[in-house]
């Protein structure tokens, strides 16, 4: 299709759809703002300077017990960042049962504008541990931030708009991650990596505005389509989603497919991590190549949801989205095995990485607006923080015992955890066709009489 035509169709839709420019802007600030801290996380987890990244109280607690926290870098910010992420998912369960939309949307991004400043003043002030507490903050931050995002998302628009419009958003978030991470690139030499939290922290405000433009879009669509308002506090119990997720065999499909995509990636990101810490022994030089490969990352992405995803999901539906990536990632894995060079170690690295956003991701969220808001809200919350972190922390440490046999063990591993997650987007395309076309609390709604 010619570049103008695409260019038309896009105005069309954003002509069509006036929340899609709100959408697009929101989008785009928040993985702008995510992007920018991204490098800086990613240099922290590869420093070969433990001092650098743990607190002096907890490296002499480990050296009083004959551990070399440095060789464990990785597997002790993974296990915090799971402990973090379990912690904070019964609060989160309880601010979304108790308060509405209104309230608990910018209550998330106002506590975490308040960390990144109380980071910024950590930072200058060279506060010992701030490492570690840094890279767990922003593991935690891009999960939840990212999750309600999609979650409000699924309010605002339903099925059929989502096939048309999820494409762009995706298409806007790209856009802004392949800016966070040129930000970075341009600034952290001359103004530092303390004052890049203030850039993001920015970013994230403008967030805030977003969600109060799209608040009455949501509010209109939940009228028009008889759900519940998202006005009024969802209720329930706080663990609602993990009764959710062991019940409904989607979502447990939905489960094993984020457990699995997670165990790749953690795969791949500790092979990496090892090769930076060999070829760039500086933060500064860690940090530029971690932006540059965020930058290929996005780079693919965006090349493909402006080609290939909204044609993919409107003609085909969510099979090809979820398939063929995994497809291609069992056939990456199965040549690392084979050659576990660390050029392939980064392109099988951007493949993976650009497949989830540009594909897997827009597929999975298309299939939370015709499931209800607890589905949305909670359920969704338990796969998207606690399954993903799980996923990290249960393969960060299975991959420190593979990797004393070296990188083609490891791969090989990977190819039997690639197979699990092509069998998983299977099991999701099976049970995906037994949701219907608007969400079941629309669909129940619209069948109760009226009095």
């Known amino acids: 299709m010619p570049p103008a035509t695409r260019f038309g169709r896009f105005r069309s ?137 999609w979650s409000f998302m699924a309010d605002v628009f339903d099925n059929e708009h989502a096939k048309q419009v999820y494409g762009y958003i995706g298409a806007g978030g790209t856009i802004g991650a392949l800016s966070g991470p040129a930000i970075t690139r341009l600034l952290v030499e001359h103004i530092g990596v303390a004052n890049l939290l203030l850039v993001s922290a920015g970013f994230l405000s403008l967030c805030l505005l977003c969600i109060i433009k799209l608040r009455p879009w949501a509010v209109k669509r939940e009228l028009e389509n008889a759900e519940q308002s998202g006005e009024q506090a969802m209720g329930g119990s706080v663990w609602a989603g993990l009764v959710l997720v062991w019940r409904d065999p989607l979502l447990r499909a939905l489960a094993m497919l984020m457990f699995f995509g997670v165990g ?19 933060a500064e030089a860690a940090t530029r190549f971690y932006s540059t ?49 660390p050029l392939l170690v980064a392109a099988v690295q951007v493949m993976t990485r650009a497949s989830e956003f540009s594909l897997n991701k827009p597929a999975r969220e298309t299939l939370y607006t015709r499931m209800d808001r607890e589905s949305r809200y909670k359920a969704k919350a338990v796969i998207d923080t606690a399954i993903y972190r799980g996923g990290d922390v249960t393969f960060v440490w299975i991959h420190k015992a593979l990797a004393a046999f070296g990188s083609g063990i490891v791969f090989l591993f990977g190819v039997g955890i690639a197979a699990a997650f092509t069998f998983s987007a299977w099991r999701v395309v099976r049970e995906q066709r037994r949701l219907p076309e608007q969400s079941s609390e629309a669909k129940g709604e619209a069948a109760r009489p009226t009095a």
Request: include cysteine.
């Open 13 to 149: 839709a954003l002509s069509a759809s006036p929340p899609l420019w709100w959408a697009l802007l929101y989008f785009f600030c928040l993985l702008c703002g995510y992007y920018v801290l991204r490098p800086v996380r990613d240099a922290m987890g590869a420093s070969r300077d433990p001092a650098a990244v743990f607190p002096a109280w907890l490296l002499e607690w480990a050296a009083a017990r004959g551990v070399d926290l440095g060789e464990y870098t990785l597997q002790a910010l993974f296990s915090g960042t799971f402990i973090a992420m379990l912690a904070l998912q019964p609060v989160y369960g309880g601010l979304v049962a108790r308060f509405p939309r209104r309230v608990f949307l910018p209550v998330v991004y106002l506590v975490f504008i308040a960390c990144l400043v109380g980071f910024w003043w950590a930072f200058d002030t060279g506060t010992s541990g701030r490492g570690a507490v840094f890279f767990i903050f922003i593991a935690v931050f891009n999960l939840f931030a990212v999750m309600v995002f």
């Open 264 to 282: 790749i990636g953690t795969l791949l990101y500790n092979e990496q991590a090892a090769i930076v810490r060999a070829h760039f022994p500086t």
């Open 293 to 341: 490969l965020d930058w290929a990352v996005n780079g693919l992405t965006i090349v493909i949801q402006l080609f290939a995803t909204r044609w993919l999901l409107r003609r085909y539906g969510v099979a090809p989205l979820l398939l063929l990536p995994a497809i291609a990632i069992l056939i990456g894995f199965s040549l690392l095995a084979m050659s576990p060079l």
